[in-house]
């Protein structure tokens, strides 16, 4: 019962798995020009990348901060795919020491593309070897150890680093500022998710009507890898118990069996504002506390139902704890408690 409680609440997590991030892959533009959505980062990225080629010289490293599944490692293989440079892949967590860092640049070629995801999780030392490298295109390998220990510099060719980060405002600032293009990525519009599902209709071969296509992408949260990742179950629920054809009705009846409601809120995201509303009469309520009467862990609810209840203005943090708002007690359709003054007048 807890493993298809996790898979619901998977539907509409903005992070993805191995078998989530394959499915991604048939999905990616490959040209800027395909990219739909983020105009302004769009824009001001062409204008990077054209002028580079111009210049006959590697793009100025850029950094792409937003939130998980708007698009960063897309942008990024298309800032490589734009200049025709090979891209090399890898994470912050997975670079935990100064070594792991100098033998992914030592192998790097002219006018590659090293993209970093989650770069704020650098380990401090090969934080300060990325300066280097970033600044002057060398990173000085220390061979032996003690007193007898030698830096030996390596000269490394000119090449571009894409960072992505969730969380901007943990990137130090000697880092920040190596980056010579920042783009924050914001929400998408729910018109700008119809393109996309739109485009992934294509892709995949699913027939979607316009008005599932409105449907999906009012559900999915601003976010278009979950709106993929619905686009896929209705096409699921139309070839299996439908027509074949995704249309208004199989959305809302795919979407209905896989409980991601008209707002987007899944099974975890109701069962915070129920507990909110009804258990703890709106709050304030602490974190843990809160997880405890869902039955989830506080990293979950924090990190996977918090950030979209509290955008969509459902619940508010406080000083004191959570408390739920007025359109929380009207997306439940429950009253809201009297004030205190007026409980016994």
């Known amino acids: 019962m807890a493993e298809e409680r996790d898979d619901l609440a998977q539907l509409t997590s903005a992070e993805a798995d191995e078998i989530e991030r394959a499915a991604e892959a048939a999905l990616r533009p490959r040209r800027l020009a395909e990219f739909v959505g983020q105009r302004v980062v769009r824009d001001q990225l062409s204008l990077v990348l054209e002028a580079a080629l111009a210049r006959r010289r590697p793009?100025?490293?850029?950094?792409?901060?937003?939130?998980?599944?708007?698009?960063?490692?897309?942008?990024?293989?298309?800032?490589?795919?734009e200049v025709g440079a090979a891209l090399r892949l890898t994470s912050g967590p997975a670079i935990q020491h100064a070594g792991d860092l100098a033998a992914i640049l030592s192998s790097v070629q002219e006018n590659d593309v090293l993209f970093i995801d989650e770069i704020h999780r650098l380990a401090r030392p090969a934080e300060e070897m990325l300066y280097l490298a970033m600044e002057d295109f060398r990173v000085d390998v220390v061979v032996g150890k003690g007193a007898g220990a030698t830096a030996i510099p390596l000269a490394l060719p000119p090449f571009t680093v894409v960072g992505a980060t969730t969380r901007a405002g943990l990137l130090p600032a000697p880092l920040r500022d190596r980056f010579g293009f920042t783009g924050y990525l914001d929400f998408y519009e729910v018109a700008e998710l119809e393109q996309v599902l739109e485009r992934s209709a294509r892709l995949l071969r699913a027939e979607?009507?316009?008005?599932?296509?409105?449907?999906?992408?009012?559900?999915?949260r601003g976010t278009p890898r979950i709106a993929?990742?619905?686009?896929?179950?209705?096409?699921?629920?139309?070839?299996?118990?439908g027509s074949g054809v995704a249309d208004v009705d199989a959305a809302r009846a795919a979407l209905e069996v896989f409980e991601v409601d008209e707002r987007g809120l899944d099974r975890l995201d109701r069962g915070v504002l129920?507990?909110?509303?009804?258990?703890?009469?709106?709050?304030?309520?602490?974190?843990?506390t809160l997880a405890v009467a869902v039955g989830e862990e506080p990293e979950t609810v924090e990190t996977v139902a918090e950030p979209f209840l509290v955008r969509e203005g459902l619940i508010a943090r406080t000083p004191r704890g959570r408390v739920a708002t007025a359109e929380a007690w009207a997306h439940l359709?429950?009253?809201p408690p009297a004030p205190p003054d007026t409980l016994f007048s």
């Open 333 to 335: 359709g429950l009253e």
């Open 274 to 288: 129920r507990a909110l509303c009804v258990r703890f009469r709106g709050g304030p309520v602490g974190l843990g």
């Open 208 to 220: 979607l009507t316009p008005a599932a296509g409105a449907e999906i992408a009012s559900r999915s």
């Open 59 to 81: 793009p100025d490293h850029v950094l792409l901060a937003g939130g998980p599944g708007l698009g960063k490692t897309t942008l990024a293989m298309i800032v490589a795919s």
């Open 228 to 241: 993929n990742r619905l686009l896929r179950r209705v096409q699921d629920w139309a070839q299996v118990r």
